[in-house]
């Protein structure tokens, strides 16, 4: 698994960099993404309201929100948008002949896209501290695993994304559905306490609301888990849920791919 | 080391039928009956020609060794590992060179590195290691997969079955005695190697018997 992960990751690193004009066109994106944030920040510098406030100011509030969307993207779409890729060059069934299980593939895929992703989140964080982000510094283990839990519950959905494709080709509709409502509803750019009593309730419902909750109550406010226990178990729960859910899709769309021989299609 | 004669492959009673389940019933898709009650078996130190016409299913006997589809019914058993060589070379990047395409293939298969260059010396590659697979010619390609086969095979101490489909495309005539000598080595080690063809009768690759599959009905062939 771990020589499959780099081999897939340095492969990556060399298709990335013969399309320099995408790597850098990509780069300015994401910079650009948190110098708006700086700007819309700083229109209402001094004027927070209450939920606001309490992460410090609402360039950190907005500067956490843009990262957990960019992972979260890189973790609803990896996998889905690998095995689209396979089955569009054809490749997928030839790998199925190599790789033991098609699980260890998504699982693979899934993976290298997601640590791919890692240079654009550091980069937003190095700009972010740039222009004035500031985070709690102490309590390393207990920021380390908020992180690894965000992870656990988000990740489920990426691997079932990629099974779901595998035999029915496409799953990015559900995918950004998923996405579209977290950027409307988990509070990326306005705390979720500002929406109608019915949408919230929706809200609460998407991994997204309550990592954001997690991320920026223990990096921005320095909180610990008690003060977060119910965003820390509903991503447990979560999790809980979403791993058998995910491992069982693959399996199931496994086999439906090979009974009814469409891993070569499209 | 597997002992010739061993069995490797024994698939019996075995039926592909597409658009058999209650969803196609539901989704009214039609019925494809592709073969039915096939059964064959492969032995160490045999290479064995597949032959039949266009369509006849012999890529999906293939599919169905390689574990890529499974049978509607009837049992398809391996007794040691299935290598897809020919005839499966799309798992190839555009933007990797040969070379890196090889690596990859090798650090994708937990195999070391230190076997890339003897590969593709061996298949008469070396020079052309640098060119990336967007640039390589189709004969330069076929030699590639037959480098993954080399040490795919060597994996697994050429206890294995490898199965060809149709390996006279692309290959020049010094590319299918490569093949050939690869086929021998195989079968000397114990291994087979199972080949849908439609030129068995230039058995280059030694074929020790063949089979006809025609009509979905599979049979002993002449040679």
């Known amino acids: 698994m771990g020589a499959m992960l780099l081999a897939m990751l340095r492969r990556d690193w060399i298709t990335q960099w013969s399309y320099r004009g995408a790597f850098f066109g990509r780069t300015i994106a994401c910079a650009s993404s948190v110098f708006s944030s700086w700007f819309l920040a700083n229109c209402f510098s001094g004027y927070e309201p209450e939920p606001i406030a309490t992460y410090g100011n609402y360039f950190n509030f907005l500067i956490f929100g843009l990262l957990l969307m960019q992972w979260t993207q890189s973790i609803l779409f990896g996998a889905t948008g690998r095995i689209r890729a396979l089955q569009v060059e054809g490749s997928l069934e030839s790998w199925a002949a190599y790789c033991p299980s098609l699980g260890r593939l998504i699982w693979a895929e899934a993976l290298s896209v997601q640590l791919a992703s890692i240079w654009p989140m550091m980069l937003t964080l190095g700009l972010g501290f740039a222009l004035g982000l500031s985070i709690d510094s102490s309590g390393v283990a207990l920021k380390l695993g908020s992180v690894l839990l965000c992870w656990a519950a988000l990740c489920p959905l990426g691997i079932w994304g990629g099974a779901f494709t595998l035999a029915f080709k496409r799953s990015d509709p559900l995918g950004r559905a998923v996405l579209g409502l977290s950027w409307l509803l988990s509070g990326v750019f306005y705390p979720v306490e500002v929406l109608p009593k019915w949408l919230t309730l929706l809200a609460y419902f998407l991994p997204t609301t309550h990592a954001l909750d997690l991320l920026r109550g223990v990096f921005l406010r320095g909180d610990d888990w008690a003060a977060l226990s119910g965003s820390v178990w509903a991503l447990v729960l979560l999790s809980a849920i979403g791993w058998p859910l995910a491992l069982g899709t693959v399996r199931i769309c496994d086999r439906i791919a090979r009974r009814y021989g469409t891993l070569g299609q499209y | ?223």
């Open chain 2, 1 to 223: 080391m597997a002992r010739k004669n061993e069995l490797l492959l024994q698939a019996r009673e075995i039926s592909l039928l597409f658009g058999a389940t209650w969803l196609d019933r539901l989704l009214r898709r039609p019925l494809k009956r592709v073969f039915q009650g096939v059964n064959f078996e492969l032995l160490g130190g045999e290479s064995v020609a597949l032959t039949g016409g266009n369509g006849s299913g012999k890529s999906s006997i293939l599919r169905l060794c390689a574990g890529l589809y499974l049978p509607t019914a009837g049992q398809i058993t391996p007794f040691c590992p299935v290598i897809w060589g020919i005839g499966n070379d799309r798992c190839f990047y555009e933007r990797l060179t040969l070379e890196e395409n090889l690596a990859f293939f090798m650090r994708f298969s937990g195999l070391s590195l230190k076997n890339v260059q003897p590969a593709l010396e061996r298949v008469g590659l070396l020079d052309a290691r640098a060119v990336p697979w967007r640039e390589a010619s189709t004969g330069m390609r076929a030699r590639l997969v037959m480098a993954r086969s080399f040490v795919a095979m060597e994996q697994h101490r050429n206890r294995a079955v490898l199965l060809l489909d149709e390996p006279e495309r692309g290959l020049d005539a010094a590319g299918m005695q490569l093949l050939g000598e690869l086929g021998d080595r195989i079968c000397a080690m114990g291994g087979a190697v199972f080949t849908a063809t439609h030129l068995a009768a230039l058995n280059t690759l030694h074929f020790t018997r063949g089979y006809r599959l025609q009509e979905g009905a599979l049979t002993e062939a002449e040679l």
